[in-house]
Nanobody, 123 residues
Framework: VQLQAFGGGLVQPGGSLRLSCAAS????????MGWFRQVPGKEREFVAA????????HYADSLKGRFTISRDNAKNTVYLQMNSLKPEDTAVYYC?????????????????WGQGTEVTVSS
């Protein structure tokens, strides 16, 4: 599966942004989908994951309540709604697909990656 993330940009602190990740192919619904982020010089960080049906989600503890992951299998798309953004949320955000069942936080579990979309939170 090929993934393309988009929707990043510049947003003021306290603002919101919704990222999208479009997948090619007809097997999107067979993948657990995740979002990660990375700041230059740091390791890639888990953000959120969602099961194949969209029925269950999992978030990094520090992001619970501000970020929401969702998916639309009919549109082969996974979303990340980000609210109350902070400067420390500035990063390149990546979507990823895991041909598995359970929700996992480590990046090595994911089989396919999008190219990343940059989010900058600044006044």
């Amino acid at each position: 599966v090929q993934l393309q993330a988009f929707g990043g940009g510049l947003v003021q602190p306290g603002g919101s942004l919704r990222l999208s990740c479009a997948a090619s192919g007809r097997t999107f619904s067979q993948y657990v989908m995740g979002w990660f982020r990375q700041v230059p010089g740091k390791e890639r960080e888990f953000v959120a994951a969602i099961t194949r049906s969209g029925g269950s989600t999992h978030y990094a503890d520090s992001l619970k309540g501000r970020f929401t992951i969702s998916r639309d299998n009919a549109k082969n798309t996974v979303y990340l709604q980000m609210n109350s953004l902070k400067p420390e949320d500035t990063a390149v955000y990546y979507c990823a697909a895991d041909y598995g069942v359970i929700l996992r936080e480590f990046s090595s579990a994911y089989d396919y990656w999008g190219q990343g979309t940059e989010v900058t939170v600044s006044s």
